[in-house]
């Protein structure tokens, strides 16, 4: 069991929002920090802007742009992380697809169409079954809305240049949890499934009846993934 800080980093257009349940789930008897991953434009400025504000050592897990980020922590200093979790991610960087898609939603960002993103993004976020949640929609909007449109426009710049961070994996040291939600239609389960087999000793834990926003969607059957995470 770990009382170490516990640091959680969001996902690409998320907030604090996304970690809500599991902050206060977890707040007891331990520290628990949700990182401002918005400033730099690089993946490798927003891993050294989070550990410039974070403490010496602690459990770190990050969600999809927030796992791109944690991995590149690992790389950089991997002696402060004392467990890392990986949520709703992956570890290759963009085909030419992807790309092609984030710089979309940039040029729509950056004329003035960032508003819409929220909502065009949302059916790819989360599983079949909340499409029509009204309440989770609110949260997803809200996330966006508090980012803004310049921060997502940095965020977007960052992923695209991101690196293959599956060569790095196998140097993990510390335990590792990979968690998916079984429905992620970004980042599916078999993406997950590599992840966890290249690094040394990772436990994989797929989320039933969750998309890529496992934490908002099933906020219970996750914090109880992330409890067994830290007191392993």
Request: net charge negative; with cysteine; glycine share 6%.
């Given at each position: 069991?770990?009382?170490?800080?516990?640091?959680?980093?969001?996902?690409?257009?998320?907030?604090?929002?996304?970690?809500?349940?599991?902050?206060?789930?977890?707040?007891?008897?331990?520290?628990?920090?949700?990182?401002?991953?918005?400033?730099?434009?690089?993946?490798?400025?927003?891993?050294?802007?989070?550990?410039?504000?974070?403490?010496?050592?602690?459990?770190?897990?990050?969600?999809?742009?927030?796992?791109?980020?944690?991995?590149?922590?690992?790389?950089?200093?991997?002696?402060?992380?004392?467990?890392?979790?990986?949520?709703?991610?992956?570890?290759?960087?963009?085909?030419?697809?992807?790309?092609?898609?984030?710089?979309?939603?940039?040029?729509?960002?950056?004329?003035?169409?960032?508003?819409?993103?929220?909502?065009?993004?949302?059916?790819?976020?989360?599983?079949?079954?909340?499409?029509?949640?009204?309440?989770?929609?609110?949260?997803?909007?809200?996330?966006?809305?508090?980012?803004?449109?310049?921060?997502?426009?940095?965020?977007?710049?960052?992923?695209?240049?991101?690196?293959?961070?599956?060569?790095?994996?196998?140097?993990?040291?510390?335990?590792?949890?990979?968690?998916?939600?079984?429905?992620?239609?970004?980042?599916?389960?078999?993406?997950?499934?590599?992840?966890?087999?290249?690094?040394?000793?990772?436990?994989?834990?797929?989320?039933?009846?969750a998309g890529h926003l496992s934490p908002i969607e099933t906020p219970r059957p996750v914090g109880e993934a992330l409890k067994t995470w830290l007191d392993g």
């Amino acid at each position: 069991m770990t009382s170490s800080p516990v640091l959680f980093v969001p996902g690409l257009n998320c907030t604090a929002m996304l970690w809500a349940t599991q902050v206060a789930e977890l707040g007891a008897g331990r520290t628990v920090m949700v990182a401002d991953h918005t400033r730099s434009a690089t993946i490798a400025g927003l891993a050294a802007d989070i550990l410039a504000d974070a403490p010496p050592r602690f459990a770190l897990a990050g969600l999809s742009m927030g796992g791109y980020v944690a991995m590149e922590i690992l790389r950089v200093a991997p002696e402060r992380v004392e467990r890392l979790c990986l949520l709703d991610t992956r570890a290759d960087a963009d085909g030419l697809e992807q790309a092609e898609i984030r710089r979309q939603t940039i040029e729509i960002a950056e004329r003035g169409g960032f508003s819409k993103i929220a909502a065009m993004q949302y059916p790819r976020l989360v599983a079949p079954a909340r499409l029509d949640d009204e309440a989770l929609q609110r949260v997803v909007r809200a996330m966006a809305d508090a980012t803004g449109s310049a921060a997502f426009v940095r965020q977007q710049r960052a992923i695209l240049g991101r690196i293959d961070s599956r060569p790095s994996l196998a140097a993990i040291r510390c335990p590792t949890t990979v968690l998916v939600g079984a429905e992620d239609q970004l980042t599916p389960p078999e993406l997950a499934r590599d992840m966890a087999e290249r690094i040394p000793a990772a436990r994989l834990v797929v989320i039933p009846e969750a998309g890529h926003l496992s934490p908002i969607e099933t906020p219970r059957p996750v914090g109880e993934a992330l409890k067994t995470w830290l007191d392993g």
